[in-house]
C-alpha cells in the first residue's frame, strides 16, 4: 500500500509540472461555471509598459481672448469627450475581412556531368588488377531535383461590437493610449475582447465613441475560455507531439 500511495503522489507531482496551476483550477472547479477576472488596474500589471512614439516639436497654445469658444472644444461651455488618464470612451469595433488567396509552385532541375576521358591514367594498358581498383572515368555525376508546392488560404471574419475602454497615458502630442477589456459569460463559457491601442483626440467622436478603424497600434482579440473552448483545443500530449514530431 504505501509503495501504491507513493506512486500516486509521484504520478500527482508529475501530472501538477506539465499541466501546471491550470490543470488544478480545472479540477477544482469541476461543475461550476468559469469565474470572471477581476477589475485591474492596466498600468499596474507586470507587463505593462509605457508607449513610445515619435514626437513632434511643441507648439506652444494660442488662446483667443474676449472669446467663449475654445480651439477644438465641441460644447459651448465644455468638452465631454475623453481626454485626460482615467477616462472612458467607447470603441466600436467592425471588423469584416475577407481573403482568398490560392499559389502553386513547381519547380524541376536536372545536372549531369561526364568529363569523357574513358581511361583514367591508363587503367586499360595496365590490366585487370588495375581496372578493379582504378575508375573508368575521370568524373562522372548526374544529379536530380524536384519540389511541387501549393497552398490556398480561404478567410472570413466579421465581428462587430462595442467596448468601454480607459485612457491609462497621454502622450507628449496629445494623442491617448487607450485599453479596454470585457468579459460576458453565457452559461458555462466567458467571451473576452480586448482592445488597446493609441487614438487621436480628434477622431473621437461628440458622443465619445471612436471606430476601431481608427485607432493606430491597434491589438483587438477576441477569444473565450470554458467548457466549449475546452472541448475544441487538441490535449497537452497532442500539442507538445504537433512540436516535436518532424514528420
Known amino acids: 500500500m504505501p509503495a501504491l ?21 480545472r479540477l477544482r ?7 470572471l477576472s477581476e477589475i485591474e488596474n492596466p498600468v499596474a500589471q507586470a507587463g505593462y509598459k509605457p508607449v513610445q512614439m515619435p514626437m513632434p516639436a511643441p507648439q506652444p497654445a494660442v488662446y483667443n481672448p474676449n472669446s467663449l469658444w475654445r480651439n477644438g472644444s465641441r ?7 475623453a481626454h485626460q488618464v482615467g477616462d472612458i ?17 513547381k519547380r524541376q532541375r536536372i545536372n549531369k556531368e561526364d568529363s569523357g576521358v574513358t581511361d583514367f591514367i591508363g587503367s586499360k594498358t595496365i ?24 497552398g490556398s488560404v480561404n478567410r472570413s471574419e466579421q465581428l462587430q461590437t462595442n467596448v468601454a475602454a480607459v485612457v ?7 494623442n491617448l493610449v487607450v485599453e479596454g477589456k470585457q468579459e460576458v459569460r ?23 465613441t ?34 516535436l514530431l518532424p514528420f
Not at 472547479?29 to 469565474?35: F, L, M, R, T
Not at 470612451?89 to 509552385?105: G, H, R
Open 168 to 174: 491609462t497615458q497621454v502622450l507628449p502630442n496629445g
Open 210 to 243: 471612436i471606430d476601431s478603424t481608427k485607432i493606430a497600434q491597434a491589438r483587438i482579440a477576441y477569444g473565450g475560455r470554458g467548457q466549449i473552448t475546452d472541448v475544441q483545443q487538441p490535449r497537452y500530449g497532442q500539442q507538445v507531439l504537433d512540436i
Open 5 to 25: 500511495l507513493l506512486r500516486a503522489v509521484a504520478l500527482a507531482c508529475l501530472s501538477a509540472t506539465l499541466g501546471g496551476c491550470a490543470t488544478w483550477d
Open 89 to 105: 470612451l467607447t470603441v466600436k469595433v467592425k471588423i469584416t475581412d475577407k481573403a482568398e488567396i490560392e499559389n502553386a509552385t
Open 75 to 81: 460644447a459651448f461651455f465644455k468638452d465631454q469627450r
Open 29 to 35: 472547479n469541476v461543475g461550476e461555471p468559469p469565474k
Open 127 to 150: 590490366g585487370a588488377p588495375a581496372r578493379a581498383i582504378l575508375p573508368g572515368r575521370i568524373l562522372t555525376a548526374d544529379s536530380t531535383a524536384s519540389s511541387e508546392g501549393q
Open 186 to 208: 453565457v452559461n458555462f463559457e466567458v467571451r473576452e475582447l480586448i482592445v488597446a491601442g493609441i487614438v487621436r483626440p480628434e477622431d473621437i467622436e461628440s458622443d465619445n
